[in-house]
């Protein structure tokens, strides 16, 4: 039998053991071992709960008790999570996290600790809730030399543009909805400004180039100015607003973003809608993968949780070899990167636009007046810039 200590009664926690408690036959069978949650740390009590026999509010409890060998960390945050877990992984205890802020800032770190002590340090739920992309990229994709991930990282956006794309609403109005559908929190700048895909993106970067990539060095921008003018202008171009995480190897550089970006009806991101995420994978030999599925939600995190504690009861002694380098990667000048912009400018700006930017293509829009809105030619990101800030009232949307 084998212990494991969940740290955070919360939303996932509390889904960890339910999936442990209802498919603990297969559980037990795929990992070759009965998986028992000793304790459950928590701040609260839950009383008339079953749990409450396991609670413990003290992490010296857990810390040591050398019968818990796996320690399930889904209390969010930096602090105390990393705390916490370098202590586990010290210990001799290996360590399963959905945590994404923990492991897109201290996830080399942690990695080498594991490997020094021959446990592991996994956190398939850290990106993508319930879709596997994890395990692929260090296991299954070794193979490939990656060129390029771009994903749909964050569900609570793409339930908002989505929204706004179907029924014509307001960014305002859809976030109100999504609140109040328990989509987004109260306070929603984590999402809404992309700051939780960046993290993602981050941590996807990191294992696919094999070195440290900061997410303060990623930039990014949210959904906050796009509006439902700009859905009209996109369904003209027949094409789907999406919030999108970037990470790509061009010219010998990795360059990394998060933006929102207008997807043609031909990408493979263009019909992934409401609170689904999905993430485009291009490597040199394999060409192009996409994973698709539910990116977040108790049941489909916990459950990529779980997967990652059998991982760990089936490498007991033995450390799952993750090339993630504590050195930094240095990330392409984002003025460098080379991108398409669709731009709208007001209509007596004509002119000067067409004398600025090498158009593309002219974009039509019966339900829009007043405006004058193009595609640019490719350009770099200093290039757009420089011209954009030229013209007053200027707004613009990357092409994927």
Same mark, same amino acid.
């Not at 094409?239 to 990795?254: F, P, R, T």
């Not at 990116?295 to 007991?316: E, I, N, Q, R």
């Given at each position: ?91 001799? &205890?290996?360590?399963?996290? @959905?945590? *994404?802020? +923990?492991?897109?800032?201290?996830? %080399?770190?942690?990695?080498?600790? $594991? ?119 996109? &369904?003209?171009?027949?094409? @789907?607003? *999406?919030? +999108?995480?970037?990470?790509?190897? %061009?010219?010998?550089?990795?360059? $990394? ?144």
């Amino acid at each position: 039998m084998i212990n494991i200590a969940v740290l955070g009664y919360g939303t996932v926690g509390s889904g960890v053991v339910e999936v442990i408690n209802t498919n603990h036959a297969s559980i037990n069978k795929r990992a070759g071992q009965e998986i028992n949650v000793k304790y459950v740390l928590d701040l609260r009590d839950f009383p008339g709960d079953p749990i409450q026999e396991k609670i413990v509010h003290d992490y010296s409890v857990i810390s040591n008790d050398d019968d818990i060998k796996i320690v399930v960390e889904v209390m969010g945050g930096v602090e105390p999570a990393y705390t916490f877990v370098k202590e586990a992984l010290l210990k001799g &205890k290996s360590v399963a996290t @959905s945590n *994404k802020e +923990l492991v897109a800032k201290h996830g %080399a770190e942690l990695l080498a600790i $594991a490997k020094e002590k021959k446990v592991n340090f996994l956190f398939e739920a850290s990106v993508g809730g319930g879709i596997p992309i994890i395990r692929p990229l260090n296991n299954s994709l070794t193979a490939d030399k990656i060129r390029e991930i771009t994903g749909i990282l964050n569900g609570t956006t793409n339930y908002m543009l989505t929204k706004m794309a179907n029924e014509g609403a307001d960014y305002d109005s859809v976030l109100k909805d999504a609140q109040e559908k328990g989509y987004a929190e109260r306070n929603p700048e984590a999402d809404v400004e992309g700051y939780d895909a960046c993290r993602k993106i981050a941590i996807l970067t990191s294992l696919a180039f094999g070195k440290q990539v900061d997410y303060e060095d990623i930039h990014t921008e949210g959904i906050t100015k796009i509006s439902d003018v700009d859905m009209k202008y996109a &369904k003209a171009m027949e094409s @789907s607003i *999406k919030l +999108l995480g970037i990470s790509k190897k %061009a010219d010998g550089n990795v360059y $990394a973003m998060v933006s929102p970006r207008m997807v043609g009806k031909n990408h493979p991101l263009y019909s992934v809608n409401d609170v689904f995420n999905a993430i485009f994978v291009n490597g040199n030999v394999l060409g192009d993968v996409m994973f698709y599925g539910s990116g977040a939600g108790k049941l489909p995190t916990a459950s990529a949780v779980v997967s990652d504690v059998v991982d760990a009861v089936k490498h007991t002694g033995t450390n799952i070899m993750t090339i993630w380098e504590q050195e930094k990667l240095q990330l392409g000048d984002f003025g460098d990167c080379k991108n398409q912009f669709f731009v709208r400018v007001a209509k007596d700006k004509e002119a000067m636009a067409k004398e600025l930017f090498e158009i593309a293509k002219e974009v039509k829009c019966e339900e829009v007046s007043g405006e004058y809105a193009f595609v640019t030619e490719i350009m770099t990101e200093a290039e757009f810039s420089e011209k954009a800030a030229k013209v007053e009232a200027i707004s613009s949307i990357r092409l994927a």
